[in-house]
């Protein structure tokens, strides 16, 4: 159960069943015990899927302390057991003061200078803490780690993730508290796209992001931010799919459109999040696709890949042919090859009205099994989409915002990875690509100043 305080004076009432103190009662620390430790917050603004969360709306965070002034903590082997491991304190209605009946200073004669360790969000997909802390005479040696931590393979389902570290003690922070200055310790990717051709019309539905890290190990140790990325992930990939709600990106030649790098538009999905069409990533550096000589990506390297179709915008017999995905057999291809989505869109307004679709000679079907057939209305349309990839070098510091932006001007890219041809260019693989890079930090929101400090 999480405690709330809302001054100092409720602190010492709290610990000593007092009514008020006043100059004659004078309290010496020694005395106290069962004195709640509290916690502030203080951080940028963060990004989750449903909300920008700041100090006032995170729901909670977890945290964990290490004494190393309490011998009985260590084990014969020399561990280090944590004074508080892992206990969630609860952000309730904003308040400004937090705790829990768990996190209490260390009771007389052991009262150290801890070390606090804060994460957000809970554990999850596996992900577990482990620790090997150790205590030699009077040097503590921090090895506490987060294992398994997965990113989402639905960039929809991603979220932030951040973490603190700080140190305290009951001499120096008993009525100030402890304040979490919360860093991101992930990269944020958004990726945009333009095109000034005049002879085709590009329609986007999707993105992926393939060969980077998907799970990884988290070092805590006790610098700024809390700790850092062991660098020894796994490999895949993370994609977006548009689904009901979803505005198709259509680049062409109409006024609203694209036309130059300045117009570039966000392809990642307009339902993945308002103002938050991003993915949230493992830092590391990655190096590009090998598509001539490994165009299967065997080594697991870097790419983008975008769900698109190409239609000419010029065509003889005034009706918008297909060029991709191949619609027929094409010099060097097989129409057949081709990894093709398929969604129904709204012929009104462009948008996507279910998740997508799967096709087989009786027709569309909303699972792979071909048993849940879809009745196409008349106001809807199925239109079909091929993936389109991008070699791309990347070195993702955490806590940054990195703006990939596709120019499609000269061409769409190369059949992608997972296509039977793979590698190969699609129409033209003459693909432009800047990138930019900010600082994700906003203005931080100040932690609380207790009242009378």
């Not at 280090?80 to 009946?101: A, D, F, P, Q, V």
């Not at 988290?218 to 660098?231: A, E, H, L, N, S």
Request: hydrophobic fraction near 35%.
């Amino acid at each position: 159960m999480n405690t709330k305080i809302n001054s100092p004076l409720c602190l010492i009432s709290a610990a000593l069943l007092l009514a008020a103190c006043s100059e004659e009662d004078v309290v010496h620390i020694s005395d106290r015990d069962s004195n709640p430790i509290i916690f502030h917050t203080s951080l940028p603004t963060l990004t989750s899927r449903a909300q920008i969360v700041t100090k006032d709306n995170l729901p909670h965070f977890s945290v964990t302390a290490f004494n190393p002034a309490d011998r009985d903590l260590v084990t014969p082997a020399g561990l280090m057991k944590e004074y508080i491991s892992n206990e969630r304190i609860i952000n309730e209605h904003g308040e400004e003061l937090l705790t829990s009946e768990k996190c209490l200073w260390p009771a007389p004669g052991k009262e150290g200078n801890l070390a606090f360790f804060a994460f957000y969000p809970d554990l999850s997909n596996g992900a577990k803490l482990v620790n090997a802390t150790t205590l030699s005479g009077n040097n503590l040696a921090i090895d506490y780690k987060l294992t398994d931590f997965r990113v989402a393979a639905d960039i929809a389902d991603q979220q932030d993730f951040i973490t603190a570290y700080t140190s305290g003690s009951i001499d120096e922070n008993l009525f100030s508290g402890v304040t979490f200055n919360f860093k991101h310790k992930l990269s944020r990717v958004e990726l945009h796209a333009w095109s000034a051709n005049k002879n085709c019309n590009i329609e986007i539905a999707g993105v992926r992001i393939g060969g980077i890290g998907v799970r990884g190990t988290f070092d805590f140790k006790p610098i700024v931010g809390g700790g850092r990325w062991t660098g020894d992930f796994d490999k895949g990939s993370v994609e977006y799919i548009y689904r009901q709600g979803d505005q198709i990106v259509s680049l062409d030649r109409t006024a609203g459109s694209a036309l130059t790098a300045g117009d570039a538009v966000s392809i990642m999905g307009s339902k993945i999040g308002d103002d938050d069409n991003c993915a949230m990533l493992l830092p590391a550096a990655y190096a590009g696709w090998d598509f001539s000589g490994d165009a299967k990506n065997g080594n697991k390297q870097m790419y983008i890949s975008v769900l698109l179709r190409v239609i000419d915008a010029t065509p003889t017999d005034g009706e918008g042919d297909q060029q991709y995905p191949y619609t027929q057999d094409v010099e060097g291809y097989d129409a057949s090859n081709i990894s093709k989505v398929y969604l129904a869109v709204d012929k009104a307004t462009g948008k996507t009205v279910s998740s997508r679709l799967y096709k087989n000679a009786d027709g569309y079907f909303t699972d792979k099994d071909f048993t849940s057939a879809y009745a196409l209305p008349a106001d809807e349309e199925v239109k079909e989409f091929g993936w389109a990839a991008l070699p791309v070098t990347a070195d993702w510091e955490p806590g940054y915002v990195y703006t990939y932006t596709l120019d499609y001007t000269s061409g769409v890219g190369l059949h992608d990875p997972e296509n039977p041809d793979a590698g190969k260019p699609i129409i033209s693989d003459k693909v432009g690509i800047s990138v930019s890079v900010k600082d994700w930090l906003s203005t931080p929101s100040s932690g609380v100043v207790v009242p009378g400090s």
